[in-house]
């Protein structure tokens, strides 16, 4: 009789069930991208479980690629993907290094290769996160180096594909630009993972548990105050998701901070430093449609 392996408790023992557990905790929502990081963990399971009967075997491709607007936790999720990898024995380590352009890039001939060779040394026996990947490539530009740190990527991702993973990240469109061209680095990606972006009630949530982790809570004034902000700043440039509700949360503590600090000389109780009130939130320049946080006499740059 054929011996038999109980794929629940290969699941238990590896650890895997716990990192999946905390991404739930981690993260709000997004349903789509936690299913599929299942399916791989899946994957992965039954390929160490082919492994154990000597069944035909091919390392199965794990080079990702992340798309998605700011906020919506790419990181985090590449960071527990190492993690699942190194319990189940695909990485040494398990660590996350993350980089943009300037890591890998050099400004003159011959920085280049040492810099992202040096970058790919540091992301053995884990994951490399490149954020906004497509910056990599800058089309027109032959004096440009980006294209060399792209060639060095792709081989080192096919010869020590064993050793280290790769996940590259940013907006959706710009990354279907980047990869048509490369198509050479597009064929060596396996995982293409969208990350939506989150809808009110989830961005709430969110809110609440910064503000829980922080000790702190909204009125019920400033809970519906707080809903009319999300609505508003989705409406506005640059929106971060989750990026901008945290900031959104930080510009609300300070003015409730400068509110009680201006009844300096009354007693205040322990409901009310903890309490963050609509006028906390109302203050708020996106009431204006305004990005709140920079100067408005300044041009656009990108931030919240």
Do not use: W
Not at 144 to 171: H, N, P, T, W
Not at 176 to 203: A, C, K, T, V
Not at 285 to 304: H, K, N
């Amino acid at each position: 009789m054929d011996s038999l392996i109980d794929l629940s408790s290969a699941y238990s023992e590896s650890g895997v069930r716990e990192v999946l557990d905390q991404l739930d905790v981690e993260l709000i929502g997004l349903k789509p991208v936690k299913t599929r990081i299942r399916e791989i963990a899946a994957l992965l399971l039954v390929d160490k479980a082919r492994q154990g009967f000597d069944l035909p075997n091919t390392m199965p491709g794990l080079h990702m690629s992340f798309t998605g607007r700011p906020g919506t936790g790419k990181t985090t999720v590449a960071g527990r993907i190492s993690e699942i990898l190194h319990r189940l024995g695909y990485l040494r380590k398990g660590h996350l290094v993350t980089v943009t352009r300037d890591d890998l890039v050099g400004q003159y001939v011959g920085h280049t290769a040492p810099k992202t060779k040096e970058i790919i040394k540091r992301s053995q026996g884990g994951v490399l996160f490149i954020d906004e990947a497509y910056y990599l490539y800058k089309e027109g530009n032959e004096r440009d180096y980006g294209s060399e740190a792209v060639e060095i990527l792709l081989q080192e991702m096919e010869k020590k594909r064993c050793e280290f993973v790769v996940v590259l990240a940013g907006y959706k469109d710009r990354m279907d630009s980047f990869y048509q061209s490369n198509p050479g680095l597009s064929s060596r990606i396996s995982h293409h993972i969208d990350f939506p972006d989150y809808n009110n009630e989830e961005l709430m949530k969110i809110a609440k548990i910064f503000l829980d982790c922080q000790g702190y809570c909204f009125s019920k004034k400033a809970y519906v105050s707080f809903q009319d902000y999300i609505q508003r700043r989705k409406e506005l440039p640059f929106f971060a998701n989750a990026r901008s509700i945290r900031n959104a949360i930080d510009r609300s503590r300070l003015r409730q901070a400068n509110r009680l600090f201006s009844r300096m000389g009354q007693m205040l109780s322990r409901e009310e430093l903890m309490t963050i009130e609509a006028e906390d939130i109302l203050a708020s320049r996106v009431f204006q449609g305004e990005i709140e946080g920079r100067d408005p006499s300044v041009p656009l740059t990108g931030l919240d």
